[in-house]
C-alpha cells in the first residue's frame, strides 16, 4: 500500500518521529487537522514538508506567521483591476485559499485580521471573497508553534479545531540523534492525490463495532470522573481518526486498538495529557504493550540515573532493578510465548547491563 510505503520512508528520513508522522498520515486521510507543538530546531517544518512533497498534484502551501502578520500573505492581495470597478476581491491564486494541504507555523500568532478567515477554513472549509463562500479544496491544516496559546488570548476556538495534537522534543536516543547527524535516508515512496482521494473515500466506509463504540464510552466516563470532558464534538469527530487509523492498517473495519490515537485528541490542556493517555491506553492497548510501555519507560529512567551519576554504586543499583525488569518480562513470555516483543525488549535491557559492566563497573 502506498500510503504505508510513505509512512515507512518517512520513519526512516526522521529520527525518534514515528508517533507523529502517523499521526499526520492519519489527519491526512481522515480530512482533520493537526497541531505540533515543540521548541525550534526539532524538525517540524521539515516533518511537514517531507509528506507534501510525496504527495503529487497536491497544492502546498507554508506561512510562518509573526504578530504583524497581514490577511494578505494568507489569502492573497486584493485584486486592483476589480477594486476599481468596486468590488473588495482577492487574488487568492498560490495561497491558502487554493490549498490541498497546508502549513502554518507559529499559528497562534494569528491576529483578529486573520482569525476568522481561518477559522472558516479550517472549520467549513469555505473562504469568503468579495462576502460570497468559495469552497476552498483543503484537506489538512497542519499548525505548529513553539508553545501553548495563554489563556484570554482569544485563541480557544483556533486550538480546539485541531483534533490531533502532538508534542515535538529533540532527540533523546543516542543512535537515533547519530542516524540524524549522518543525514536522511531518502527512499522513493509517493502517491498521486486522485489515489488519496480513494483512500479518503475508502475511510468513510470502514465500519466501527460495537465493541469500539462501547469502548469510547467507558473511556468518556473515565475522563469524566477525572474531571476531563472532551466535547460530543470531538468525539463524533474522533470516529474519522479512528477510521482513517484502520484505513493505514489496511483494514476495512476498526477495531478497539485503533482507539489509541485517542491519546492525542481528548485532552483539553496540557497538564491532562499523561491522564488521557493513561486512560486511553487502559481500555484500548492490549496488556503486552501496555507493559512494554511500562519497562522502557522503567528502563529509560534506570539508565538516565546512570548517565547523572556515573559511580559504582549507582551502576550496582541499577543493574539490580534491570534484572528486575528481566525478570518481571520473562514471567509476561510464559504467558504469551508468541509475542515476539517481548523477546527483542530483554535483548535490549540486557545489552544496557553489557553496557554498564563494560563502562562503569570495568567487567
Known amino acids: 500500500m502506498k500510503?504505508?510505503?510513505?509512512?515507512?520512508?518517512?520513519?526512516?528520513?526522521?529520527?525518534?518521529?514515528?508517533?507523529?508522522?502517523?499521526?499526520?498520515?492519519?489527519?491526512?486521510?481522515?480530512?482533520?487537522?493537526?497541531?505540533?507543538?515543540?521548541?525550534?530546531?526539532?524538525?517540524?517544518?521539515?516533518?511537514?514538508?517531507?509528506?507534501?512533497?510525496?504527495?503529487?498534484?497536491?497544492?502546498?502551501?507554508?506561512?510562518?506567521?509573526?504578530?504583524?502578520?497581514?490577511?494578505?500573505?494568507?489569502?492573497?492581495?486584493?485584486?486592483?483591476?476589480?477594486?476599481?470597478?468596486?468590488?473588495?476581491?482577492?487574488?487568492?491564486?498560490g495561497k491558502l485559499p487554493e490549498a490541498h494541504l497546508a502549513f502554518v507555523d507559529?499559528?497562534?500568532k494569528a491576529n483578529s485580521a486573520i482569525l476568522n478567515s481561518l477559522l472558516s477554513i479550517i472549520n467549513e472549509r469555505l473562504f469568503y471573497n468579495n462576502g460570497h463562500p468559495v469552497q476552498v479544496p483543503l484537506m489538512t491544516l497542519v499548525g505548529a508553534s513553539n508553545e501553548y496559546p495563554e489563556e484570554g488570548e482569544g485563541l480557544e476556538a483556533l486550538f480546539d479545531r485541531f483534533l490531533l495534537r502532538f508534542e515535538v522534543g529533540y532527540i533523546?536516543?543516542?543512535?537515533a540523534f547519530l542516524s540524524m547527524m549522518r543525514g536522511p535516508q531518502s527512499v522513493p515512496a509517493d502517491m498521486t492525490i486522485d489515489e488519496l482521494y480513494e483512500l479518503q473515500f475508502f475511510s468513510d466506509t470502514v465500519t466501527i463495532p460495537d465493541e469500539v463504540y462501547t469502548t469510547l464510552a467507558n473511556i468518556r466516563r473515565e475522563l469524566m470522573d477525572e474531571g476531563i470532558r472532551p466535547s460530543d464534538r470531538r468525539f463524533k469527530q474522533s470516529l474519522s481518526v479512528i477510521r482513517a487509523k484502520a484505513v493505514l492498517e489496511g483494514r476495512g473495519q476498526a477495531v478497539v486498538e485503533d482507539i489509541l490515537i485517542l491519546k492525542n485528541s481528548l485532552w483539553e490542556r496540557p497538564e491532562q495529557r499523561e491522564k488521557v493517555a493513561g486512560i486511553v491506553k487502559k481500555h484500548a492497548q492490549d496488556p503486552v504493550k501496555t507493559k512494554l510501555d511500562e519497562v522502557r519507560d522503567e528502563m529509560r529512567s534506570i539508565l538516565e540515573s546512570v548517565t547523572k551519576n556515573n559511580t559504582p554504586e549507582q551502576a550496582v543499583e541499577a543493574t539490580k532493578k534491570l534484572k528486575m525488569l528481566v525478570s518481571d518480562l520473562q514471567n509476561l513470555n510464559q504467558n504469551y510465548p508468541d509475542r515476539k516483543e517481548i523477546d527483542n525488549a530483554i535483548q535490549a535491557i540486557q545489552k544496557?547491563?553489557?553496557k554498564i559492566a563494560s563502562q562503569v563497573l570495568g567487567v
Not at 512533497?53 to 502578520?69: E, Y
Open 106 to 108: 507559529e499559528i497562534f
Open 172 to 175: 533523546g536516543e543516542d543512535q
Open 352 to 354: 544496557s547491563l553489557e
Open 3 to 93: 500510503i504505508k510505503a510513505i509512512q515507512n520512508a518517512l520513519n526512516q528520513e526522521f529520527a525518534e518521529r514515528e508517533e507523529v508522522i502517523e499521526g499526520l498520515i492519519v489527519a491526512l486521510i481522515a480530512r482533520q487537522h493537526c497541531l505540533l507543538i515543540g521548541p525550534p530546531g526539532t524538525g517540524k517544518s521539515a516533518l511537514v514538508s517531507g509528506l507534501t512533497k510525496r504527495i503529487t498534484g497536491a497544492n502546498h502551501f507554508q506561512w510562518l506567521l509573526t504578530r504583524f502578520s497581514t490577511p494578505e500573505e494568507l489569502f492573497g492581495p486584493v485584486s486592483l483591476k476589480e477594486l476599481e470597478q468596486g468590488i473588495y476581491k482577492r487574488n487568492i491564486a
